[in-house]
């Protein structure tokens, strides 16, 4: 579960988000499901962390269902990452859960982890 801290961070990059991709309704849309799912390295892992999160990333971006996928990582503190996600549906949030990047993503990520990942499902209200 996700600190107030870390929700409040969640609102404020949805925010930055959508500042940044404009006002298109591929992006942002009542209907979508929005995924933020925060990963954390453990002391002296973040760079092997980015470097699995990078490609899985990429390959993501391309599933049928994604509008968006982001990347980021907390500036004050390296190795602990975010991602911002848009999908059509549940459906196709399901489906990237069972796609071979991330069937082979998990694993690795078992020692590097500093904590197991955590992920909030959202619905549009207002954008």
């Not at 298109?24 to 929005?34: F, H, I, S």
């Not at 059509?88 to 796609?99: G, V, Y």
């Amino acid at each position: 579960m996700l600190d107030r801290r870390t929700m409040i961070q969640g609102a404020i990059l949805g925010s930055a988000l959508a500042g940044m991709t404009g006002s298109r309704t591929a992006d942002a849309a009542p209907g979508l499901l929005y995924v933020i799912a925060e990963i954390v390295a453990k002391p002296g892992s973040a760079d092997a962390l980015r470097a699995l999160l990078t490609p899985f990333v990429e390959k993501s971006r391309t599933e049928p269902g994604c509008k968006s996928y982001a990347l980021l990582e907390v500036q004050s503190e390296p190795g602990r990452f975010l991602t911002f996600e848009s999908w059509t549906d549940k459906p196709a949030l399901d489906a990237h859960m069972t796609t071979p990047h991330i069937k082979e993503l998990v694993p690795k990520l078992s020692d590097i982890l500093a904590k197991p990942f955590t992920q909030i499902f959202m619905n549009a209200v207002s954008l």
